[in-house]
T-cell receptor, first 112, second 113 residues
Framework: EPEVTQTPSHQVTQMGQEVILRCVPI?????FYWYRQILGQKVEFLVS????????KSEIFDDQFSVERPDGSNFTLKIRSTKLEDSAMYFC??????????FGPGTRLTVL | DAKTTQPPSMDCAEGRAANLPCNHS???????VYWYRQIHSQGPQYIIH???NNETNEMASLIITEDRKSSTLILPHATLRDTAVYYC??????????????FGPGTSLSVIP
C-alpha cells in the first residue's frame, strides 16, 4: 500500500541553524501539507501546497518557514533559523481527494 | 467548521467493541463527520467519514444520528494496536483538496488486555 515517507526520523540542530525536512508524498497525490505537534499538544496545521504554490498557511508559518517541491517526488519544509520553540514533531501529508489526508510518520526536530 | 465534543479518555477490553462518541450539535447541512486517530508518536491516520448515512469500512463503522447532532465511531473488535487518540472532526469538504484538518484534543482510547 502506498504511503507518505519522511526523512530524517529525528533531526537535532543548534538554535539559529537552518534545517530541511523532507517528505515523499504518495505518487499520484497533488495536494501536500505540513503539520506540527509540540510534545503533549495537539496537531497543528502549518501550510498546504498545490500546483507549486502555497494554498493556505497558518499564523505559525512565518517568514522563517518555506516549502518547496524541488522535483517530481519530494516536498520539503525549510526552517531558516531555528528557535527552541520549533522543537516538535513535523508531519507531512498528501491527498488526492477532498476527504482523507494521508500522513507520514513524522520527523522529530530537536533544537538545542 | 462546527465544534465537536469528545470525552477525554475511554477504556475498552480487548476483543470487545469500542464505541467512541462525538457531539456536534451545531453541525450544518453540508458538513461531513470525519474520524482520524493517532497512535503514540505516529502520524495521524484517516479512519472514516460520513454525511448522514451510516458508513462502514475495513477499519470501523460510523453511526450518525438522524438529527446529525452526534455520531459514534465503532471499532468492532478492539485490539491493543487500537490504543490511540481518536479525533472527531466536522468540516465541509472543499471542491479543491487543499483544506487543512483541524485537530481537537480527541479521545484517548486505551484497550486493556
Amino acid at each position: 500500500e502506498p504511503e507518505v515517507t519522511q526523512t530524517p526520523s529525528h533531526q537535532v540542530t543548534q538554535m539559529g541553524q537552518e534545517v530541511i525536512l523532507r517528505c515523499v508524498p504518495i505518487s499520484n497525490h497533488l495536494y501536500f501539507y505540513w503539520y506540527r505537534q509540540i510534545l503533549g499538544q495537539k496537531v497543528e496545521f502549518l501550510v498546504s501546497f498545490y500546483n507549486n504554490e502555497i494554498s493556505e498557511k497558518s499564523e505559525i508559518f512565518d517568514d522563517q518557514f518555506s516549502v518547496e517541491r524541488p522535483d517530481g517526488s519530494n516536498f520539503t519544509l525549510k526552517i531558516r533559523s531555528t528557535k527552541l520553540e520549533d522543537s516538535a514533531m513535523y508531519f507531512c501529508a498528501s491527498s488526492e481527494s477532498r476527504y482523507e489526508q494521508f500522513f507520514g510518520p513524522g520527523t522529530r526536530l530537536t533544537v538545542l | 467548521d462546527a465544534k465537536t465534543t469528545q470525552p477525554p479518555s475511554m477504556d475498552c477490553a480487548e476483543g470487545r467493541a469500542a464505541n467512541l462518541p462525538c457531539n456536534h450539535s451545531t453541525i450544518s447541512g453540508n458538513e461531513y463527520v470525519y474520524w482520524y486517530r493517532q497512535i503514540h508518536s505516529q502520524g495521524p491516520q484517516y479512519i472514516i467519514h460520513g454525511l448522514k448515512n451510516n458508513e462502514t469500512n475495513e477499519m470501523a463503522s460510523l453511526i450518525i444520528t438522524e438529527d446529525r447532532k452526534s455520531s459514534t465511531l465503532i471499532l468492532p473488535h478492539a485490539t491493543l494496536r487500537d490504543t490511540a487518540v481518536y479525533y472527531c472532526i466536522v468540516r465541509v469538504p472543499r471542491e479543491t483538496s487543499y483544506d487543512k484538518v483541524i485537530f481537537g484534543p480527541g479521545t484517548s482510547l486505551s484497550v486493556i488486555p
